[in-house]
């Protein structure tokens, strides 16, 4: 089993639609968890952080749950901008807690 | 941005040749990565160094060989590469929480080297 899954995409969505995005992870002692975006045949950037208790920036709100080992994103009224692929990544608790990054998940956002 | 610069953003290079990727960081971060992201596969985790000294070193052939002079600084040095090694190699920094005392170490990445090996 891979230790973050997503699935891969792509979504394809229109302007002002609102789309989630799921990731499981396998280490139940996994401590930090994050959302990046990464632009075409560009470096990934941090998007936001995800805590136990949910968080909100903007459109984003990011939600864990640490029972289910589940992490989502969601985007409301989408962009056009927002198109690119979401990473999902997790820090895990061994060596130097390094970050375990996911696939990714592509989102088109269309006109 | 400039946080994390890294060169040549290109490199075509022959199964034979040794060359040198760089990463500088101007963040004042102490830890640094290197990491390949290949087509269809998530980024990749080769090397850390925190404080200049390397704390993870994964499972990485010995083709290819880092160096951080300093904290600021990483190389990525590379010989007899194979065709199998194209991919997008990046650099990341951080500020090590061990030593910063929160959790809060977010990674700043490079722009990338895409290496093509022929």
């Known amino acids: 089993r891979k230790e973050v899954e997503q699935d891969p995409g792509p979504f394809n969505v229109p302007e002002g639609a609102t789309v989630a995005f799921n990731c499981t992870y396998s280490?139940?002692?996994?401590?930090?968890f994050f959302w990046y975006r990464q632009d075409c045949r560009k470096e990934p950037k941090l998007l936001m952080s995800?805590?136990?208790s949910g968080n909100e920036d903007g459109r984003f709100t990011a939600q864990l749950n640490r029972a289910s080992q589940y992490i989502s994103l969601l985007i409301r009224d989408s962009k056009l901008s927002d198109s690119a692929t979401y990473l999902c990544v997790v820090r895990g608790n061994t060596g130097f807690q390094k970050l375990v990054f996911g696939t990714g998940t592509r989102l088109l956002v269309s006109p | 941005e400039t946080g994390v610069t890294q060169t040549p953003r290109h490199l075509v290079m022959g199964m034979t040749n040794k060359k040198s990727l760089k990463c500088e960081q101007h963040l004042g971060h102490n830890a640094m990565y290197w990491y390949k992201q290949s087509a269809k596969k998530p980024l990749e985790l080769m090397f850390v160094?925190?404080?200049?000294?390397?704390?993870e070193n994964n499972s990485v052939p010995s083709r290819f060989s880092p160096e951080c002079p300093n904290s600021s600084h990483l190389f990525l040095h590379l010989h007899t590469l194979q065709p199998e090694d194209s991919a997008l190699y990046l650099c990341?920094?951080?500020?090590?929480?061990?030593?910063?005392?929160?959790?809060?170490?977010?990674?700043?990445f490079g722009p990338g080297t895409r290496l093509t090996v022929l």
């Open positions: 160094y925190s404080l200049e000294e390397r704390v």
């Open positions: 990341a920094s951080s500020q090590d929480p061990k030593f910063s005392g929160q959790f809060t170490d977010t990674q700043y």
């Open positions: 280490n139940s002692a996994s401590q930090s």
């Open positions: 995800v805590y136990s």
